[in-house]
């Protein structure tokens, strides 16, 4: 498994895969921490700073050949933002915790890239053929961002373990090492019925797995809210820190703070979107309580969904440890807003039901 050492730039450059998706302006490199870098401020001044995809400032991603031309950056590593919706290229990233035989399975899958990850795990890069994208799967490479390996969970909700495996599909990096499977062949999904049969079982089965998530995704999509503002004026700041300031979130507060990272086998983002749902489930139902108070009632009506949705993101950055994601804007929000979001989403469309 540790056989295949770093190559140069050109040979990486030179897969056909690589190749087809050298121009576009989604490159950069990753530092130490698997933390992708703004790419044109590396090129100008060899600094690092996190690369921040805000639609108020300039794009830091690059072209590869941008990248290839500096030789300080030979045994760099590479990274790439997927975006499956527009070029229907997906990754496969098995983790170095994975079982060896699932580590084989996916160096031998019948992708056009295969790559060692940094501690062990394994890349595959697939371009999908149009041919293979039907009405069942469509919504993978248009909605989904990563599917994530189902784990099981112990009696309390917590996860026995990590994923073994994820699927990105859109708006994620995925960092190469350029420890590439070199006399591996490219897979030719049109020409090679056994490599095409291959996708399209693989395909399948993550429908199949995805198939409860879908629905509570569907579920969640009945009651979306507007995007939220970053910043609110002064008064409606002040009225949702008085509605958080009820005594009635004493219990919220309590709550949100018990499960920690390593409840969720260290998966900052799941145990972010834990602690949300915890917290979205108490500023739902003290609303209510509020609305049917008559010392709380002013302030509890003019409130509305979207500031209900602030509201968890002022108590989920007090609940979480800061790190570096935190930085990161999903639809023009920062992350812990945008998680919050998305956790009064999934709980109103989950209280509605029961």
Known sequence: MNTYPMVHPLLFSRNPLITHLSDDPNWTVSDDKKRPVNAKVLLETYELFNAKLDENREWPLVTLPELDADENLDGVNRAYWLRARENRVIAIDVEPIAPQWMKHQVLNFPAQYTELSKNGGVHALILVPESLINDDNRYLFDDLSVFKEPVPKDQNGKDLRSAFFEVIFNDHYITFTKRMLTEKPCADYEND??????????????????????ADRELVRQ??????????????????????????????RKKSIERKAHDFAGDGSRYEMSVANTIAYYVIQNHKIALDTESWQNLAESLSEKDLAYAIYLMLKDAVPHREKHDEYRFDMPWLLFTSKRAYEFVKAHLSKS
Do not use: G, P, V
Not at 228 to 234: A, G, S, T, W
Not at 237 to 251: G, H, N, P, V, W
């Open 193 to 214: 019925a056994a490599a095409r049969q291959f996708l399209e079982s693989f395909l399948t089965n993550i429908l199949i797995m995805d198939r409860k998530k879908k």
């Open 223 to 252: 009651y979306q809210i507007d995007m939220i503002d970053r910043e609110m004026d002064e008064q409606k700041q002040a009225d949702i820190r008085s509605f958080l300031a009820l005594e009635i979130f004493e219990k919220a």
